[in-house]
């Protein structure tokens, strides 16, 4: 596996993608109360997928309308 694909596949803390997203947290944990990230919890914990964000990201990006659903990954 090349460190591409390891990026995609990693598992990022709140912490870690407001760094990605060059955000401050608050931003992160406020879209994820009004359900317009994809994430799903650990415990008490918010996690989020790098595959997920960069999707989520073009999808804002490119301006198409997102997915009806709440946008966040199963947590079940």
């Excluded at 650990?42 to 964000?53: H, K, L, N, P, Q």
């Amino acid at each position: 596996m090349d460190r591409f694909d390891e990026m995609k596949s990693r598992v990022l803390t709140v912490q870690e993608v407001s760094g990605y997203l060059r955000v401050h947290s608050s931003t992160i944990y406020r879209m994820l109360k009004k359900n317009q990230l994809p994430a799903f919890r650990v415990g008490s914990d918010w996690r989020f997928t790098v595959e997920a964000i960069d999707k989520w990201r073009a999808a804002v990006e490119s301006g198409a309308p997102l997915p009806a659903s709440d946008g966040r990954l199963s947590s079940k």
